[in-house]
């Protein structure tokens, strides 16, 4: 069906005319060139009724029996995205493996590199999220949300071992390892771990990605070589970014007024939890909350008038973030011009965010757009966005930063203005980018920058 805006014409023709043919020179996802104009602001929103009739919802008297978690069959995603079990019989050269081991070869290959380049002979991985990005998506963290992992590995420009417990060794090798070819370094669970690493790594120049005795601590560098997505992790990352999506904007489609953040926040936890995405952050904020507190957490505050939900999800390691926001009713004009000059910085940012960019220069030209719009101190109230990966915050984007941006890398810039907020995923290459959170059955804000449109999520008016 053909979206229309309130003064009747399509939003579809109008993204197209807004950029021309709907393409830039580089293709749907490319860019333009010169310098950032924020020059031009269109919104538009599925009207109420029509969102209520396309779900099969209608109207809600807050007095009905209407379970938002159970009653939700059609917002779930139309293919099945929860993992399958592995075959624990599988080699490396079963279909199903195949990539995953390819995955882990070339992982193998940068620490080769790492190695080289900095006189090593080893590294022994300790940290759940550099378990996760070797093995190509293992869940080896100790617990749920856990930064240490429940094995370590041994690597070296030859081997790559797994050193774990006679408790873990099983279900790690048939679930999450069968066929990536590791070997397995076992000792009894109640034998001290530290003395298996102070063999393996005895007369040998070795780094470590945390703080253990006799290695050399190197946590930034081999987090930094991991950044630029392989295949693998750009297919997963596009995967998860549109599960995570569809569930917070279900989420933000079903709950009632007068439900508190923790009961939204549980709505949502649940709808991942299901697609096998595991919460790393959920943040609820209820009206004005978010202009008090730009970083709240969910409370037993009512939900009146308005909620912001931002989510970051967990899946094969990965991590997404996403941010949304959902009024009962007509949002005030106040909150409307905040949220498109919200809207705004966070499309100058994706825009400008190039391989090769210094980070520092997509600031100055962020911090142009608050100042243009006479938001000049915005920006130092609330962190302004990350490198996201196996981390939900990888390396914060800092406005005197030295980094360059790299091709492959994904990052999440989240401005605010007041109680407003802009965020979605994005991964970006020499193409251009890819938002992996793209906005579904959602309002639009199209921005044009530099005659390039940019759609941001607008506000969906229930």
């Known amino acids: 069906m053909e979206r229309r ?3 009747g014409t399509s939003a ?51 007095g009905d029996r209407f379970d938002p978690v159970l009653s939700t069959a059609g917002d779930r995603p ?18 199903e493996v195949a990539p995953r081991r390819a ?4 992982k193998h290959l940068r620490v080769i590199a790492f190695l080289d380049a900095h006189g090593y002979d080893a590294v022994v991985f300790t940290r759940s999220d550099s378990l996760a990005w070797f093995t190509a998506g293992g869940e080896l963290g100790q617990d749920l949300g856990s930064d240490s992992g429940s094995v370590a590995l041994f690597v070296n420009r030859t081997t790559r071992a797994v050193l774990a417990d006679n408790v873990q060794s099983a279900r790690v090798f048939e679930e999450e390892l069968a066929g990536l070819g590791f070997q397995l370094k076992e000792r009894p669970w109640y034998q001290d771990a530290s003395r298996i690493v102070a063999e393996l790594t005895h007369h040998k120049r070795a780094a470590s990605d945390g703080h253990l005795p006799g290695l050399a601590p190197e946590a930034d560098r081999l987090r930094a070589i991991r950044r630029p997505l392989t295949t693998l992790e750009r297919g997963r990352l596009r995967a998860l970014g549109r599960t995570l999506t569809l ?31 595991v919460p790393v952050d959920l943040r609820v904020a209820s009206d004005d909350r978010p202009a008090r507190y730009r970083q709240p957490v969910c409370k037993a505050a009512s939900i009146r008038d308005r909620a912001t939900i931002a989510a970051i999800g967990r899946r094969h390691g990965l991590c997404a973030s996403v941010t949304r926001t959902v009024s ?46 006479d938001h000049p101190h915005e920006w130092t109230l609330d962190y302004q966005g990350t490198l996201i990966g196996y ?29 407003a907020r802009s965020q979605d995923t994005v991964v ?35």
Request: hydrophobic share 40%; net charge negative; aromatic share 6%.
């Open 247 to 277: 569930a917070v904007e279900a989420t933000c489609r079903n709950f009632l007024p007068g439900e508190t953040e923790a009961d939204v926040a549980g709505h949502l936890a649940h709808r991942l939890f299901r697609e096998g995405v």
């Open 428 to 462: 970006i290459d020499t193409r251009g980018f890819e938002v992996v959170t793209e906005a579904q059955d959602w309002p639009r804000i199209e921005v044009s920058v530099k005659g390039f449109t940019i759609n941001r999520p607008g506000i969906l008016e229930r």
């Open 103 to 106: 995955d882990v070869d070339e």
């Open 391 to 419: 981390m939900p915050r990888e390396l914060p984007l800092m406005p005197d930063s030295p980094t360059i941006l790299q091709a492959g890398s994904a990052l999440s810039w989240s401005p605010s203005v007041g109680a």
């Open 5 to 7: 805006r309130p003064d």
């Open 328 to 373: 009962f009713g007509p949002v005030s004009d106040d909150f409307r011009a905040s949220h498109t000059v919200a809207s705004m910085v966070d499309a100058t940012c994706i825009y400008f965010s190039r391989p090769g960019e210094p980070v520092a220069e997509v600031f100055r030209r962020a911090r142009r757009i608050y100042e243009k719009f």
């Open 12 to 62: 579809d023709r109008a993204a197209m005319v807004a950029s021309g043919s709907g393409r830039s020179p580089a293709g749907p996802k490319g860019w333009g060139g010169g310098p950032v104009v924020a020059s031009e602001v269109q919104s538009n929103g599925l009207h109420p009724e029509l969102v209520d009739h396309a779900l099969g919802v209608g109207r809600r008297d807050p």
């Open 78 to 95: 139309v293919d099945p995205t929860l993992p399958a079990l592995v075959d624990p019989a599988a080699d490396h050269l079963d279909p």
